[in-house]
């Protein structure tokens, strides 16, 4: 469906969700962050982020999911799209760029604390529209080290393609050749807190994830990909037992794949056609009104010359 910019807005930026297909725990850092090897790709449903340039700097919300988003700019615990703006803005003065006010405003379609990086999303889209509404450019090495500030999910969504994460999260490789699925995104409305859920994963070196050679078609992907996992799936079922049933429901509505992205608790089905998908939303609507449904594409893949990038 086509949308529209954000009416008031100079500019209106997508924030697609980002789907974690798998996810392998392979190690931990001294600093306690875990090291990742994910296969990352992004749904065409998200948030979206307006913005204006204005006399003075001003926040505002609206979407299903805007109820008790935090509002301020504050460094931990604050709203990432003010922590974006207030970070990127002190990265452009101090080499002497006019960073001037701006209204910025969060349409909140994603659940909070979702596995889907709805926060990382939207601090990515703030930065890619505050450098366009701003119209400076920043060298990539330094946009990509302001990413990593605001979170380790913020770079892959910063790249916003069909990749490989590796560290923790901040080595990306682009998979030119992962085809567009259709997904259906079923989340339960409860929240899950990322860090209790690493906290409470018990195994940190599990097996890595093998990416097979030479593959195009979407039979050979989910094939492959029927041979990975998701780490954090155990310890978030064992803290909420909803997902065992939103992943039951998409089995039961003829999902291909099943799986949990992030830390939880949305779980995608992969779909053999965008009808199939939208027949699944239908029938788990229907039975669960009260859960977040969403049926999508994911991202097609990108041009290969954008294919080697890493902080
Ligand atoms: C699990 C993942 C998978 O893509 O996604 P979500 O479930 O958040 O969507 C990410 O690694 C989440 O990235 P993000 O949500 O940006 O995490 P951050 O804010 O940087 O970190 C929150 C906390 O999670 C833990 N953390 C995060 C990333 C990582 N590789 N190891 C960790 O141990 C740390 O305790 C950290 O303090
Ligand atoms: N713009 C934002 N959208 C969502 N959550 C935000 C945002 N800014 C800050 N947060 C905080 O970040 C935490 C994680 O949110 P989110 O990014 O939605 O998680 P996940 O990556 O698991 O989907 C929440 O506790 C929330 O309060």
């Not at 935090?70 to 960073?99: K, Y």
């Not at 006010?101 to 909140?108: C, G, R």
Request: proline share 6%; glycine share 10%.
């Amino acid at each position: 469906m086509h949308q529209g910019g954000i009416p008031g807005f100079a500019l209106t930026c997508a924030a697609p969700a980002k789907i974690n297909l798998a996810l392998h725990v392979v190690g931990q850092r001294a600093d306690g962050h875990h090291l990742l090897e994910s296969l990352v790709t992004f749904a065409d449903c998200g948030d979206r982020i307006g913005l204006a340039l204005a006399d003075a700097d001003s926040f505002t919300v609206s979407g299903r999911f805007s109820d008790g988003l935090p509002l301020s700019a504050e460094n931990q615990g604050g709203n990432l799209v003010l922590r974006a703006r207030d970070l990127l803005r002190r990265e452009l003065t101090s080499r002497g760029i006019a960073a001037g006010p701006v209204h910025l405003h969060l349409q909140k379609n994603l659940p909070v604390a979702s596995g889907i990086g709805g926060g990382s999303a939207d601090a990515a889209a703030t930065l890619r529209g505050l450098l366009m509404l701003w119209g400076v450019s920043l060298e990539p090495a330094t946009l990509d080290t302001v990413a990593l500030a605001l979170g380790a999910d913020v770079p892959m969504c910063l790249y916003g393609g069909p990749l490989l994460a590796e560290g923790i999260g901040e080595k990306i490789t682009a998979l030119p050749d992962l085809p567009s699925f259709a997904i259906v995104l079923v989340n339960p409305l409860v929240a899950v807190s990322t860090p209790m859920i690493f906290r409470t994963l018990l195994n940190k070196r599990n097996p890595p994830l093998v990416l097979p050679k030479d593959m195009s078609t979407v039979a050979e992907w989910l094939s492959a990909m029927a041979d990975m996992r998701n780490d954090l799936e155990r310890p978030a079922r064992a803290l909420v037992p909803a997902i065992e049933e939103v992943s039951s429901s998409l089995k039961a509505g003829g999902a291909r794949l099943v799986r949990m992205s992030g830390s939880g608790a949305t779980c995608f089905g992969l779909f053999d056609s965008d009808e199939r998908a939208q027949r699944a939303v239908e029938r788990i609507s229907a039975s669960h009104p009260e859960w977040y449904v969403c049926a999508a594409r994911t991202t097609a893949p990108r041009v290969k010359s954008d294919a080697q990038r890493s902080l």
